[in-house]
């Protein structure tokens, strides 16, 4: 079963606009982590934020923010102002913590389109 | 700084053949892990090691790969008579606990695998 869904394949948004990128997982564990990564067209993915299940506060760096909602299993990412950079394919992942030996289980990316 | 480097980048092969993936981790982690990336999918576990210990293997890794770290620094991805099933990219990462015994992978730039 499918422990991260990025429900949305392709976002197609043009620069300056906000976009909220979904993400929902699920788990047993009561401690575990979720992290966004972003893969830009030359393949290497880039690490860009680390949450832990028992800390539900919100994250803002720069255009970057991030909603964790424990009660919807939620783990949302805003990129505000958009730029033609910050077309990617942004993923989601969740590590369950030493039960999993810290794998990550990535959902299948939402690919993201911003034109001038 | 010096990120996680992998060799080669890209290697295309015939069916049957054997293939060897080089994977150099950032200094001074201790852990590091392999993930297999299909097109239009996030990437799946395959292994990892912590030092040159292998802790755990994905049901994906079938007896055709072999993974290994001698000396616990880097990691060898070994598959043998390969399969156009087995054209993807291969990703490496590796990480740290940190004080909070927490860890973030940070991926190298893959070796794209076409199997012909």
């Known amino acids: 079963a499918q422990k991260v869904t990025q429900a949305q394949t392709e976002i197609s948004v043009v620069e300056k606009e906000d976009v909220t990128l979904d993400c929902v997982y699920e788990?047993?564990?009561?401690?575990?982590?979720l992290f966004w990564y972003k893969q830009p067209p030359s393949g290497e993915l880039v690490f860009l934020i680390r949450?832990?299940?028992?800390?539900?506060q919100n994250e803002i760096s720069g255009r970057y923010s991030w909603n964790f909602q424990k009660s919807t299993s939620s783990f949302n990412f805003t990129i505000t102002a958009s730029q033609v950079v910050d077309s990617a394919v942004y993923f989601c992942a969740l590590s369950e913590g030493e039960d999993s030996g810290y794998a990550l289980n990535f959902g299948k990316g939402t690919s993201l389109l911003v034109t001038p | 700084d010096t990120g996680v480097s992998q060799d080669p980048r890209h290697k295309i092969t015939k069916r049957g053949q054997n293939v060897t993936f080089r994977c150099d981790p950032i200094?001074?982690?201790?852990?590091l892990y392999w993930y297999r990336q299909t097109l239009g999918q996030g990437p799946e576990f395959l292994t990892y090691?912590?030092?040159?210990?292998?802790?755990?293997k994905s049901r994906l890794l079938s007896d055709r790969f072999s993974a290994e770290r001698p000396k616990g620094s880097f990691s060898t991805l070994e598959i043998q008579r390969t399969e156009q099933g087995d054209s993807a990219m291969y990703l490496c990462?590796?990480?740290?606990?940190?004080?909070?015994?927490?860890?973030?992978?940070?991926f190298g730039p893959g070796t794209r695998l076409l199997v012909l």
């Open positions: 990462a590796s990480s740290l606990f940190d004080s909070q015994y927490q860890e973030t992978q940070y």
């Open positions: 949450r832990n299940s028992f800390d539900e």
């Open positions: 090691f912590q030092n040159e210990a292998q802790l755990e």
């Open positions: 200094s001074e982690h201790n852990r």
């Open positions: 788990t047993r564990d009561t401690t575990y982590y």
